[in-house]
């Protein structure tokens, strides 16, 4: 699932390579995947795109007239930029990967595409991008909230450290990965309660947030975005490791696993030693 790594660079690529373009048109394929009907998709053609900004986990193309396409990519939504499309035939509703189609003056323009069966990915086409309900809930932005404000945000929510860092309402941008190597940077249990975290601990937690999507943001930037895989990503110490050496103490990745997640940590590293629980694994020993 992108993050707010891969979306600042998607969000960075698009404003190099497709703002001062005009569309030609606008092109919807998943008709589900359109939330909005007002204002129609055509309303965007002949439109320059002004920018590419990013809302937490949400991409939001501004085209001139103060009109966005905000999109939240799911799970395995992505964003294909290509200098070219094969054909000028619009696109037909179907079940392919495509769900939009964006076609600039210049020939080019880019696919927002959604792998596998489940259809979440979600775009708006809107005047405000506060009318999304996802990005008006969204709460301060992971990588520019000072230290006050993460902790205020952090603790104002009781619970799981892991679950209050991706609740996109207490912070925005932090998913499933980057929360995974943020409790490792910051040496943290998974499990520890955030109003228990002393200042010191918040403090580490900050910095290590900042440090761990600021560093993934350039590994992001560094690779052509339309090369850019949300699965493949780059430079991950615990995430999706289970099994392999944690590479700053050399324990072994272990994981938790729920019903349709799961959260790799270092024990060595976050919790003195101890493995922590998995409800899935202690049912299969029962
Ligand atoms: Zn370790």
């Excluded at 009318?131 to 603790?155: I, N």
């Excluded at 929510?157 to 943020?182: C, F, H, M, P, W």
């Amino acid at each position: 699932m992108p993050e707010l790594p891969e979306v600042e660079a998607l969000a960075g690529y698009l404003r190099q390579r497709a703002v001062g373009r005009r569309v030609d048109r606008l092109e919807v394929a998943a008709i589900s995947a359109l939330k909005t009907y007002d204002p129609a998709p055509t309303v965007v053609g002949g439109r320059a795109v002004t920018d590419a900004r990013r809302h937490g986990k949400f991409l939001d193309v501004v085209f001139d007239g103060g009109l966005h396409l905000v999109v939240h990519l799911a799970r395995a939504g992505w964003l294909h930029y290509r200098e070219a499309f094969a054909s000028t035939v619009p696109l037909r509703p179907g079940k392919g990967p495509i769900a939009i189609r964006v076609r600039l003056d210049d020939g080019s323009g880019f696919d927002l595409t959604e792998a596998g069966t489940q259809k979440k990915l979600a775009a708006y086409l809107v005047t405000n991008p506060q009318a999304v309900p996802g990005v008006a809930k969204l709460g301060p932005d992971a990588l520019s909230a000072d230290l006050a404000t993460f902790a205020s945000a952090l603790r104002g929510r009781r619970g799981q450290v892991k679950g209050v860092l991706t609740d996109q309402s207490v912070l925005g941008g932090v998913g499933n990965a980057y929360s995974d190597e943020i409790l490792h940077a910051a040496k943290l249990s998974p499990f520890a309660l955030t109003d228990r975290l002393t200042d010191d601990q918040m403090a580490t937690l900050h910095a290590a947030t900042r440090r761990v999507l600021g560093d993934a943001v350039t590994r992001s930037l560094g690779q052509r975005a339309a090369e850019l895989k949300g699965e493949k990503r780059s430079g991950l110490k615990v995430h999706a490791r289970t099994g392999l050496p944690c590479p700053v103490c050399g324990d072994t990745v272990r994981e938790v696993s729920f019903a349709d997640s799961s959260l790799q940590y270092c024990p060595t590293c976050q919790t003195g030693g101890k493995p922590l629980a998995d409800r899935r694994l202690s049912r299969l020993v029962r």
